[in-house]
């Protein structure tokens, strides 16, 4: 099969491309990209004028609730969320039910998925057995089944000797670890901002402090070991100061922001908004302006959606005992676009926290138009506006706080191995 994209406006943020141009496909490989006409016939032509194509998006942190807990979600309904919103490849976290510390249980995935259909899907191993913060893991098995790197999830490890034991492992594995910095101590079971909202509604907080202070520990193992670590949906400015700091005396650390975070903010818990319940906490309004100009700066080198479907029951709750998330896949890139739109941010760079930036952490074979290279890609009209309805999402899990909100951009097509996987 071969498909010719012409007049689309070219976003390719590995070679720095960014012009009207013409993208020919074959056989799943992009085989042309350039403002001259392509050798050769093509079997189909497609008019992309006024549109916008670029890479496909890389989710870094998408949970699809399977194995485990398919009352929530499966990969068949959220595979096909994921084709409608221009996401060709996520990056699952550890902790599913089982958690991912074994081969067999990395193959069981990998088989479910593609069962459901072509989604990239990569994988995270569990840093230690079980998830349970003791025994690290079989590391070794687990790259070789698969695994992208290693991270514990939520799950806190046992002591800072593990954390440095699993750093030196990794490393020596060509491992990334991946962290989400949160002291356990410090966040004490909390489900708010330490803040005057938090304050007044009597909701146990989770101060800037606990990310801070497990920033500042990772960070020195770093310095310790050499090891490659990249920080999850960070949620602080200090946490942001600090990732900068560390790159900038040349550590190896990258980070990542939950895209909700570059918008909503503590006021949002306000009338105790289970929609708002998400970890780490929504911040404070100079937190959420912090994370927009490290995304700006390429600081957050990715942003993700943080994918958490749940069933209605898991937000009725009060709201300390409400399941935490949103169901963000189909908001990343609009919300992303509205973003860039707010802040002037270009669109080749959006495009490199969406695709380029996700799959250096993992070193994956995305996040490039260039010859050669799959042809994983989406086409988007970024000019049209539309309000999300939390009903009319296609994934199972209708939990969002964006329901009524301006969206900026819908995907036209979205094609993995130049096969059309979603058209509108």
């Not at 141009?21 to 074959?26: S, V």
């Not at 929530?72 to 996520?90: D, L």
């Not at 911040?283 to 927009?292: G, I, T």
Request: proline share 6%.
């Amino acid at each position: 099969m071969s498909l010719l994209i012409r007049g689309a406006r070219v976003l390719d943020p590995a070679s720095g491309f960014d012009g009207i141009a013409e993208l020919g496909i074959r056989d799943g490989l992009i085989d042309h990209l350039g403002s001259g006409a392509p050798a050769g016939a093509y079997e189909e032509t497609l008019d992309a004028a006024g549109l916008w194509l670029m890479p496909g998006l890389l989710d870094l942190a998408a949970r699809l609730r399977e194995p485990g807990q398919t009352h929530k979600a499966s990969f068949r309904s959220e595979i096909p969320a994921a084709f409608a919103s221009g996401v060709t490849g996520i990056v699952l976290p550890p902790d599913t039910s089982p958690a991912i510390d074994s081969p067999a249980i990395v193959n069981r995935i990998h088989r479910s998925a593609q069962a459901a259909g072509p989604l990239n899907v990569h994988v995270l191993g569990a840093l230690t057995k079980g998830l349970a913060g003791e025994a690290l893991s079989e590391m070794g098995a687990l790259k070789q089944a698969g695994c992208v790197g290693l991270g514990n999830a939520y799950a806190p490890l046992a002591n800072s000797l593990i954390a440095r034991r699993a750093l030196e492992y990794a490393n020596g594995l060509g491992l990334t670890v991946h962290v989400f910095a949160q002291d356990p101590a410090l966040s004490n079971g909390g489900c708010v901002h330490e803040g005057p909202v938090g304050t007044r509604l009597g909701l146990a907080p989770i101060p800037a402090a606990a990310e801070v202070a497990a920033l500042r520990f990772w960070i020195s193992l770093v310095e310790d070991t050499g090891a490659s670590i990249h920080i999850g949906r960070l949620s602080t400015a200090k946490g942001a100061g600090l990732v900068d700091s560390a790159q900038r005396r040349g550590l190896p650390v990258t980070a990542d922001v939950a895209v909700h975070q570059l918008f909503l903010t503590d006021e949002d818990v306000d009338g105790f908004n289970a929609q708002c319940h998400v970890i780490p906490p929504l911040r404070s309004a100079e937190d959420r302006d912090a994370l927009r100009d490290a995304v700006r700066r390429g600081v957050i080198g990715a942003i993700c959606s943080d994918h958490q479907p749940h069933e209605a029951d898991a937000k009725t709750n009060p709201f300390p005992q409400t399941e935490p998330g949103i169901s963000g896949l189909e908001s990343l890139l609009p919300l992303a676009l509205r973003f860039a739109s707010e802040t002037g941010m270009a669109p080749l760079d959006l495009a490199a926290r969406l695709s380029s930036g996700p799959a250096a952490v993992i070193d994956a074979d995305a996040g490039s138009l260039a010859a050669g290279r799959p042809a994983d890609l989406l086409l988007v009209d970024s000019q049209a506006r539309w309000r999300l309805q939390a009903a009319a999402l296609r994934s199972a899990g209708r939990n969002t706080a964006f329901d009524g909100s301006e969206m900026h951009g819908r995907v036209v097509r979205t094609l993995i191995r130049g096969q059309t996987v979603f058209s509108a």
